[in-house]
């Protein structure tokens, strides 16, 4: 094995050893409202918050369906019906 071969073979495994998963996440109500949270942490099932990937983005012709609700804070919780934050304790 040459030696630049060895200097990639150790920034990858480095790289690797280094990376972590992401766990930021956009998270949907029913009605639309989409906020972002740095920790992705369970919700209850009977909230039926729809969670996506952290890049997820509605189509064109979802726009007058979806909207950003600013979530500046790094409590859990969720956007009920209305605009309205809930803290989940």
Do not use: F, Q
């Not at 099932?45 to 909207?67: F, I, Q």
């Amino acid at each position: 094995m040459n030696t630049m071969t060895k200097i990639i073979m150790g920034a990858a495994a480095a790289l690797a050893m280094t990376a972590t998963a992401a766990s930021a996440k956009v998270v949907c109500n029913e009605d639309g409202d989409c906020w972002r949270v740095k920790t992705y942490r369970e919700y209850p099932a009977e909230l039926k918050l729809r969670v996506h990937d952290d890049d997820w983005k509605w189509s064109d012709g979802e726009r007058s369906r979806y909207r950003w609700r600013e979530h500046d804070h790094d409590r859990h919780g969720y956007y009920r019906s209305g605009g309205v934050w809930v803290d989940i304790k």
